[in-house]
């Protein structure tokens, strides 16, 4: 009889607290993990509720029509107008993409047609490491390096501009561009 009881606590069966203990622990952590999510959700729709109404109250002091399809913008004179913004950033992201995705795809297919396999086992995890780089260091590279490039290559007086942020990005979009069309392929 004593043999069968060790028996059965080496084995794991234990009758006592073990079981309902773990229930509590599992019970305690649900109820910590769902309020952890509602305390999020309060968190997220706060920032959204104050973020947007502070954006809203820029249009106190100028009208919709006029902050969107304005290209003047002096904070001085009260003149918010950010067509140029929006139509920088639209200009930017679709030259990043007509350079960035053509050069992605065919990397993509040289990696999944073409490259022997011990240069798809050096190339694959280098793509993913490179998807992987945070956009501020891609930022502080164009500035270092790209920017004053292109100022001494094209003349220019300063080398910020649509180009630069238009290659940059590029670069940026190419291992990510790269990584999913191989997968793809």
Not at 157 to 180: D, E, K, N, R
Request: contains cysteine; proline residues 4%.
């Amino acid at each position: 009889m004593e043999r069968a009881a060790t028996i059965g606590r080496l084995d794991g069966n234990q009758s006592g607290g073990g079981h309902e203990r773990r229930l509590f622990y599992d019970k305690c952590g649900r109820y910590l993990f769902i309020a952890a999510a509602f305390l999020m959700t309060i968190i997220i729709f706060s920032i959204i509720f104050f973020v947007g109404k502070q954006g809203l109250m820029t249009f106190a002091e100028v009208s919709p029509l006029e902050f969107f399809f304005s290209a003047s913008w002096d904070p001085s004179l009260g003149k918010f107008g950010a067509l140029s913004f929006i139509v920088g950033s639209l200009v930017t992201t679709i030259l990043s993409v007509l350079i960035g995705a053509p050069l992605g795809l065919l990397g993509a297919i040289f990696l999944a047609k073409v490259a022997p396999v011990w240069l798809k086992n050096i190339m694959r995890p280098a793509t993913d490491l490179y998807v992987a780089i945070p956009s501020v260091v891609y930022g502080y590279i164009g500035l270092t390096l790209l920017v004053p490039y292109l100022r001494d290559a094209l003349g220019a007086t300063t080398g910020f501009g649509v180009l630069a942020a238009s290659l940059m990005l590029a670069i940026m979009i190419m291992p990510t561009i790269l990584s999913i069309s191989t997968d793809a392929l």
